[in-house]
C-alpha cells in the first residue's frame, strides 16, 4: 500500500500481540499499531496522533522499543519468536494453525525445499530439537495469540 500511496497514513489495528508485530509493522511503513482489544478513545487517540504526523505505539511498546535503543536489545526479555524475520514468522504462524509444509509452499508460492529450509531455521533460532516440538510451539503459540 505504501508503495502505491506513499502518504498513505496506516494505523493496523490487531488482534495479535504488539510486542511481536508492532515494530515490523512499522517498519513495513504503518504509522501506528493499536491491539484490538484496546478501548475506542484508544483507537481514536491513535488516529488523532497518526493525523497529526507523529507514530503511535502503546506505551508499554514504546518504552521498549527506546530501552532497546538506549541499551541494545535484551535477547532474554525479548520473545523468542520476536527474533524470526517476517517471512520465518509467517511460515510459523501457518506451522501454528495446522499446514503441512506443502500446503504452505503452495500457500506461499515456494518451494517445499524453501520451506523445509525455512522450518530448520526457524527450529534452529527457537532451539528446538525436532519438527514434533516445532510443530507443538507453534500450535501454542498461535492459540496464544487468539487469546492475546
Known amino acids: 500500500m505504501k508503495m502505491r500511496m506513499p502518504k498513505l497514513l496506516i494505523l493496523v489495528v490487531s488482534m495479535y500481540e504488539e510486542s511481536v508485530y508492532a515494530e515490523r509493522v512499522l517498519r513495513a511503513g504503518a504509522r501506528g499499531y493499536v491491539m484490538k482489544k484496546e478501548s475506542a478513545e484508544k483507537v481514536v487517540s491513535a488516529l488523532r496522533r497518526i493525523l497529526s504526523g507523529k507514530v503511535y505505539l502503546s506505551e508499554k511498546m514504546a518504552d521498549r522499543m527506546l530501552d532497546r535503543l538506549t541499551e541494545g536489545p535484551d ?3 525479548e520473545s523468542p519468536v520476536a527474533r524470526l524475520s517476517d ?9 501454528g494453525q495446522g499446514h503441512k509444509t506443502g500446503e504452505i509452499a503452495d500457500e506461499l508460492s515456494l518451494s517445499v525445499k524453501t520451506i523445509e529450509t525455512y522450518r530448520e531455521q526457524i527450529k534452529q533460532k ?7 516440538e516445532l510443530v507443538r510451539y507453534a500450535i ?4 496464544d495469540q487468539g487469546n492475546s
Open 75 to 77: 535477547m532474554e526479555a
Open 87 to 95: 517471512r520465518e514468522l509467517e511460515i510459523f504462524r501457518l506451522i
Open 126 to 132: 527457537l532451539r528446538l530439537e525436532d519438527a514434533s
Open 140 to 143: 501454542e503459540w498461535v492459540r
